[in-house]
């Protein structure tokens, strides 16, 4: 096999070390032959998320990565990914981003959460032209309009701890025309968040996640088909594009997610919020396949005197079929504790999702956090109207 290397092109070679010799056993493996003392340093999937294995110190680390940058003799990196404490070698992590940015980089992972500082990189990084995902974690990321070749290709955008300007979200969703995922996670905002991409063929995923400073959403995506948001509950603004109707007129279309498959929410904090609402947005999602309901630390009792009186009988007695779910085949209520309407969501699925193949109600494990025992002869007469309901502890 040793002298087989020998023989065989240096783009195969390349291809081969890229795709099955991780960053951490490169050097090891550099002692099979002659051939790979230089071509192992042609990988171009350069990983070092795994830099601190076998508890190596952070001078090892450095020291490890050094040498591979500095003796690397491919043409091309097509992966970089950093995990590591910035603090007193960013003038080494530079060098480090400048070279692969030389060599056609395709995806950039840099993740400094191990330390509390954001790094700011004095690299613009909207200025790459072959780059198609960029994941950076406490990492500043800053994007301008006036980037007529820059991340023109971009597909993956990941924000974590950063402060997200609206400046850079519109330049994004401006200059990226083949992006079909952004997620945000732990970052600051000024209030409102604005996705403008009525043209965007391609943007199927949304995921935002404790979101600081955030108030308002405004969304205006229709091929979007899975939209995660984990926070406190916010006004939602969605708005579509403006259709003529009969006699000429201008009419503004009520939303409706046409392409929406996953839906995930999770309820952390009091809000005025019933089935009603959830119902009331779900029935915009006509190819609605999954949904996720997480209550663990909320209760929907404070608003409980409002779906009684005027929202109940709307839901429970719907002759319309207005909130029927035909494409929907499986939920998950997670937190259920014992309370009444957290059954009443239990009973509207099994009721109005006639290809309904799973639902799954997931109680606490730790007794202390149900606040009354699960209601055993409800849930059996709920399972009259779908048999294959499974109730689990977490």
């Known amino acids: 096999m040793m002298k087989l290397t020998q023989k065989i092109p240096d783009d195969i070679v390349e291809h081969i070390i890229s795709m099955f010799l991780p960053v951490k056993s490169l050097l090891r ?12 340093i042609r990988s171009r999937n350069l990983d070092f998320s795994g830099i601190y294995f076998r508890r190596r110190s952070q001078l090892e680390a450095v ?4 040498e591979v ?5 491919g043409s091309d990196i097509h992966r970089f990914i950093l995990l590591i404490n910035h603090l007193g070698i960013e003038d080494k992590i530079i060098s480090w981003i400048n070279t692969c940015l030389g060599k056609n980089i395709q995806e950039i992972v840099l993740d400094f959460s191990k330390s509390k500082k954001v790094m700011e990189i004095p690299i613009n990084f909207s200025a790459v032209e072959t780059l198609q995902h960029l994941k950076l974690r406490s990492c500043k990321f800053e994007m301008v309009d006036d980037s007529p070749k820059g991340l023109k290709l971009l597909r993956t955008l990941s924000l974590m701890r950063v402060k997200v300007m609206k400046e850079t979200i519109d330049a994004v969703f401006t200059n990226c025309i083949h992006l079909e995922s952004v997620e945000l996670i732990n970052c600051w905002m000024d209030d409102m968040l604005s996705i403008h991409a009525p043209e965007h063929k391609k943007f199927k995923s949304l995921v935002l996640s404790s979101i600081r400073g955030l108030s308002v959403i405004s969304l205006n995506a229709p091929s979007l088909e899975n939209f995660k948001y984990d926070g406190y509950a916010i006004k939602f603004n969605f708005a579509l594009t403006n259709k003529y ?14 392409n929406l498959t996953k839906f995930h929410i ?14 009331e947005f779900l029935k915009e999602c006509p190819k609605l396949e999954r949904v996720v309901i997480d209550i663990q630390n909320f209760t929907f009792e404070p608003q409980l005197p409002l779906w009684e009186i005027h929202q109940k009988d709307q839901i429970q007695n719907d002759s319309k079929n207005s909130y029927l779910l035909k494409f929907l085949k499986k939920v998950k209520i997670i937190g259920y504790k014992g309370h009444s309407h957290e059954l009443d969501i239990l009973e509207f699925f099994a009721k109005n999702a006639p290809s309904l193949v799973k639902l799954k109600l997931v109680m606490p494990k730790k007794a202390k956090y149900i606040a009354r025992a699960p209601d055993s002869t409800r849930i059996n007469d709920i399972k009259k109207i779908f048999p294959a309901i499974k109730v689990t502890e977490v």
């Open 29 to 40: 493996n550099r002692i099979l032959s002659k051939r790979f003392v230089n071509t192992n």
């Open 63 to 66: 020291g490890i990565i050094e």
């Open 69 to 73: 940058i500095n003796q690397y003799k």
């Open 245 to 258: 109707v009969g006699g000429g007129k201008l009419e503004k279309r009520p939303f409706k997610f046409e």
């Open 266 to 279: 999770s309820f952390k904090a009091p809000t005025f919020c019933t089935l009603f609402d959830i119902a």
